[in-house]
């Protein structure tokens, strides 16, 4: 019998009891639909605490949405997007972000998921040549796809890279408040403060329900953003249950909170698995997201009773994730069944 929590992705983790609090005190009575409501604009109130008063925000209600109308209010179709060959919005997102945005993609390998400068150079290239694609944002994922997190310098560097050629940087926030608690900065300090022009801010992996919002730094970049969210299927009709959600997020600290949970349990997961000797971690634990080198032979047999995503086939990585709902636990018992299992699959 699998376990009631796994370590598989903080997708399947359980929505935060004082969310599901907030949901079923907006569900009283009526409310305007599309987000003319109270609590929408409660939740837009909420980010503008967080982020500065002169920012637009728009709820949505799904990652890859939010990424592909970030990069579209950014782009035409011509345009290109620099970003990671792991990046969400390349490999993940079904080609998406190509199809609703008409704009090429330009994967970048890392080997910790992070760019940098010297790798963004190599693809800036062709500019004013009417053959090619010209190169108009460069996307990043914080915290990243293997877990590592950027430095704020590092970010500031793209940020600057980018604008002095007239491009921007948007970053895929699916796990900003991770990144943000790792670095001890506030939401703010870690995006606008260094030159970030667009967030896809993510709450569904941090214990909401159903939720994301786009946030533009620059309200000269969010012009006709309503338009393209509505073409975009994006435009919620009961938006309050949406909005809810993001205001009790944004709300007590609680997006802290459930983040440096999440990333503590993936601290003491790291501390327990390097105790195996056939276990080796692949990228720092920096985040929430433990990626681990195991014998291939002991994979299926942990999956039996473990769901978890194999990161990398050819050399056995796995990625294993842990949530804001993960206990100490449910740690030490993962951690004691893979010693076990790997001990007896030889």
């Not at 409501?37 to 500065?52: C, I, L, M, N, R």
């Not at 290109?80 to 199809?99: L, M, N, Q, R």
């Amino acid at each position: 019998m699998k376990p009631a929590r796994s370590f598989a992705s903080d997708n399947n983790a359980g929505v935060h009891p004082e969310v599901i609090t907030a949901i079923l005190a907006a569900n009283q009575g009526h409310a305007v639909g599309y987000g003319d409501d109270p609590y929408t604009e409660s939740a837009v109130g909420k980010f503008k605490q967080h982020f500065g008063a002169d920012i637009d925000v728009f709820i949505v209600f799904n990652g890859t949405a939010a990424n592909c109308l970030s990069l579209k209010a950014l782009t035409d179709s011509y345009h290109a997007v620099i970003c990671t060959e792991a990046a969400h919005i390349y490999t993940d997102e079904c080609g998406a972000p190509e199809k609703f945005t008409g704009c090429k993609l330009l994967p970048i390998p890392t080997h910790d998921g992070k760019l940098t400068v010297e790798a963004v150079e190599g693809s800036y290239h062709g500019i004013g040549d009417q053959h090619h694609v010209q190169p108009r944002v460069i996307s990043i994922t914080q915290a990243t796809e293997m877990g590592t997190v950027y430095r704020p310098e590092e970010i500031k560097a793209l940020s600057r890279f980018a604008h002095e050629r007239s491009m921007f940087l948007h970053m895929d926030g699916a796990r900003i408040a991770n990144a943000a608690a790792s670095l001890g900065l506030t939401l703010r300090q870690a995006t606008r403060d260094l030159g970030v022009d667009v967030l896809s801010f993510g709450g569904t992996k941090n214990g909401l329900m159903g939720a994301e919002a786009v946030v533009f730094f620059d309200k000269k970049l969010s012009h006709n953003f309503q338009y393209l969210r509505k073409q975009g299927m994006q435009l919620a009709s009961k938006m309050r249950f949406i909005s809810v959600q993001l205001d009790c997020l944004l709300s007590n600290d609680l997006w802290l909170r459930n983040a440096r949970h999440a990333n503590r349990m993936a601290q003491l997961l790291q501390k327990g698995l390097s105790d195996i000797p056939e276990v080796k971690i692949v990228y720092d634990v920096e985040a929430n997201g433990v990626f681990a080198k195991i014998p291939a032979h002991a994979i299926a047999r942990l999956q039996v009773r473990y769901f978890f995503y194999v990161w990398n086939e050819e050399e056995s990585v796995v990625r294993w994730m842990c949530s804001f709902d993960t206990t100490e636990e449910d740690v030490k018992r993962f951690v004691k069944f893979v010693a076990e299992t790997i001990a007896t699959s030889h």
